[in-house]
């Protein structure tokens, strides 16, 4: 995982509470790539998301270019569920350590 600080500030964003609906996709694509994701094109405007054997389809705003609060629950859910960060009873986050 090759992350930088603006990775980690969108990381940060999609997991801010009140949830965001003014988080930039293109900063969220590059974030999915940076903890190892491949992203592929589909049909239409959606992409396709494989990290640790997850599948995710997520659709790309626009003429929007942020995100929508319902995507960012999707991503966040996604995220979790790709055991890239976990959350605690809190709701706060933390990176899943690499060993």
Same mark, same amino acid.
């Given at each position: ?21 003014n988080? /930039?996709?293109r900063?969220?694509? !590059?974030m999915? =790539? &940076?903890?190892?994701? *491949?992203?592929?094109?589909? %049909? @239409? ?5 494989l990290l ?18 319902? /995507?960012?629950?999707?991503?966040? !859910?996604?995220? =979790? &569920?790709?055991?890239? *960060?976990?959350?605690?009873? %809190? @709701? ?8």
């Open positions: 995982m090759v992350m930088n600080k603006k990775h980690r500030r969108t990381l940060e964003a999609i997991f801010a509470e009140p949830v965001r609906s988080i /930039a996709w900063d969220i694509e !590059s999915f =790539v &940076a903890v190892g994701a *491949v992203v592929e094109e589909r %049909a @239409g405007s959606r992409i396709g998301v640790n054997d997850m599948v995710a389809i997520f659709h790309r705003p626009h003429p929007e270019k942020e995100t929508d609060k319902g /995507a960012v629950k999707s991503v966040r !859910s996604f995220l =979790v &569920a790709a055991n890239i *960060v976990t959350i605690d009873n %809190a @709701g706060n986050f933390a990176f899943v350590e690499e060993d």
